[in-house]
């Protein structure tokens, strides 16, 4: 075994389990590294409280004035908890978080003092040209800002006071996800609300409430550092599955292994003080994978702690000597890491606006607001796919593990019987006998609706689950803000156009409001019928199915980007004031470079496991192999040929996948370099989509035969049973 892989084993079995002790409550233990509402009502005036009140409910602006109080609140509790910096907090184009710190030390007329004001809390100015941009920003056009969100609380993060903001460029565009994402909560609070307002006019305001599911892999650090294309790239990209994998189902729910149970909680303890409301934690289906939750929040925080998270999980991991794995795809022939998220309309009156309710009035309410989703993703299902497309999300989506790449709505048998009945009834002014209906028992013939009102559907990319939706595609490493300012501003936008209709068949038509609202929905169920699926999604049937309803079926990331730019994408986003027309060109394009880059680094990366790794490792093993058969031709003479058959007929197969694989290797390394001289982004993603990816996958069979055939011993990279099976 080579020496740097057998260290790497020994270290990981060496391992001290580091024991957590818990104490305290949780609940005594919640934020208490937050600037909350506690610490607000402790350490803000009156005016400065209600102030930021106001920029969280309704986004009013703060004064100046107020933001020097505001700071200096901020800056006298961070300092009581040892604070000794301050950053702001962003979410660049590159799908992480950003930050640069500065000290509260400062020096006036020589004498030194903490200083930090209004202007530090509400405005910072990085440099706007070394982040993705897509031509937004030159090298010689440095400026940009970030600028504070009131409606994200500021926290401490070891010995820094981090103000989460968003970022923009020096002439006003967002150069992040966070902006976009509250302009698109914005717009569905505002159309949301005016439809809400049909059923309760004392609906004032709408949240859109988002609960994550973040899958994740932990390794033994040792381990995962003896895997050069592990550190580079996140997965593994050669490597043999082990004899045993996930076949048994021993590992889903099962009892977590103690030093990640010391993990875990280690993780819950910070997250809980961070003000993460961190609830469920699981064994996922594959070895060494599991599963973190969290109470459902209104969707702005929970993109903000989940950034935070996955930054606290790879600290805490490092602490335990793991390494964690946010990947799509780590490892073949086992299931790949997602994170689900779970999406709702909720209101300031305390309903949920996709849950069923106990009258028929309120069920009419759960059902336009459940109608109007189905109706936004089916006119809107290719961009929804887009937000989530990555080169590390093209290995996972349509495998066993993860919803087909085609957008369907899963919703249940009741609730589909319950549209199909609603689909039947007579067009235009209700009958008498519906009329009595709707005073009487219910609104248009919707019958009780129960809260588990379907069953699961794994292969759904977008299923209905009793009270939410949940959109299971968005991969493991992607920032939420992507899909959720997708499926907010297509929302948005849908509600608008629902609320037009009926208010013009009520000033039109004198419709009565429920008549109205009644027919308007029932247009919506026929129009948006070929979305709803509850069949197999993984099916080839299904995938015939899809193409004669004209569902999109973009399969790689560069297919599925088209869309961002096409007249109706750029109508929608400029409409609900989202994204500008320069903003949504600026996305393509960095999400374009971000997919070669990341095929580009994986091809570099075969290169050098090739040629420095696998074949030194098979010519090695192929030498020992003729030294055997020369010795045996010098003890035997002739007879040698009949005991070397085996060992002879080894090294033709060593011979044949070393020619493979060097000539694959080489014929990859041609492709990457004729597409690297395309200047068209799309034409160059599409060549390494279609010219240079198809051969990690030839190059990877050949690696994973040798790997099989190769003396244990003289193997140079850690395996599949070793890193997926040692605790």
Known sequence: MSKYRFDAIVKSQERPRIVIEEKGRRSELFGIYVFNEDRMLQYLTKDALESVRNAMISGSKIDRKIADQVAESIKAWAITMGATHYTHWFQPLTGSTAEKHDAFFDLLDGKPLEKFGGSQLVQQEPDASSFPSGGIRNTFEARGYTAWDPTSNAFIYGTTLCIPTIFVSYTGEALDNKAPLL?????????????????????????????????????????????????????????????????????????????????????????????????????????????????????????DHNLLLMDVMDKIADKHSFKVLFHEKPFEGINGSGKHNNWSLATDTGVNLLSPGSTPMKNLQFLTFFINTIKAVDT??????????????????????????????????????????????????????????????????????????????????????????????????????????????????????????????????????????????????????????????????????????????????????????????????????????????????????????????????????????IIPAAIKYQSQLIKNVMGLKDIYGAAHKKLSDGQLSIIEQIAEHIAAIKSLTDKMTDARRIANKLQDMDKKAFAYCENVKPYFDQIRMHSDKLERIVDNDLWPLTKYRELLFHK
Request: net charge negative; hydrophobic share 40%; aromatic share 8%.
């Open 380 to 613: 809107y299902e290719e961009l929804l796919r887009a937000s989530i497309a990555s080169a590390s999300n093209d290995h996972r989506l349509g495998a066993n593990e993860a919803p087909p790449a085609i957008f369907s709505i899963f919703v249940g048998t009741q609730l589909s019987a319950v549209l199909d009945e609603l689909e039947g009834v007579s067009k235009g002014k209700l009958s008498p006998e519906e009329k009595t209906e709707l005073k009487l028992n219910v609104v248009g013939k919707i019958p009780e609706i129960l809260l588990d009102n379907t069953d699961r559907n794994r292969t759904s990319p977008f299923a209905f689950t009793g009270n939410k939706f949940e959109m299971r595609g968005v991969g493991s490493k992607t920032n939420c803000a992507k899909p959720m300012t997708v499926l907010n501003t297509i929302v948005a936008k849908q509600l608008q156009d629902f609320k037009k209709e009926v208010d013009a068949l009520i000033d039109k038509k004198s419709l009565k409001k429920d008549e109205a609202v009644f027919n308007v929905l029932r247009e919506y169920i026929k129009t948006s019928k070929r979305i709803r699926f509850d069949g197999d999604g993984y099916s080839d049937e299904w995938e015939k199915e899809a193409a004669r309803r004209k569902l999109s079926n973009n399969k790689n990331t560069p297919s599925a980007l088209q869309v961002l730019t096409s007249k109706e994408s750029i109508a929608l986003f400029k409409s609900m004031k989202v994204l500008s027309e320069v903003e949504i060109a600026a996305r393509k394009e960095v999400e374009l470079e971000t997919y070669i880059f990341q095929v580009q680094i994986e091809g570099r990366m075969y290169n050098e496991l090739v040629y420095s790794y």
């Open 183 to 303: 302009r698109a909560l914005s717009a569905v609070d505002e159309a949301a609300t005016a439809v809400a307002r049909f059923f309760d006019k004392n609906v004032s305001k709408v949240n859109a409430t988002l609960g994550w599911e973040q899958e994740y892999f932990l390794i033994d650090k040792a381990l995962a550092l003896s895997r050069p294309d592990i550190v580079m790239t996140g997965r593994t990209l050669v490597g043999h599955e082990a004899a045993k994998g996930q076949q048994l189902d021993d590992h889903y729910f099962g009892v977590i292994p103690d030093r990640v149970l010391s993990f875990m909680s280690d993780l819950e303890k910070e997250c809980t003080k961070l003000g993460i409301p961190v609830k469920t934690r699981h064994n996922e289906v594959a070895p060494n994978q599991f599963e973190l939750a969290p109470v459902f929040e209104e969707a702005n925080l929970a993109v």
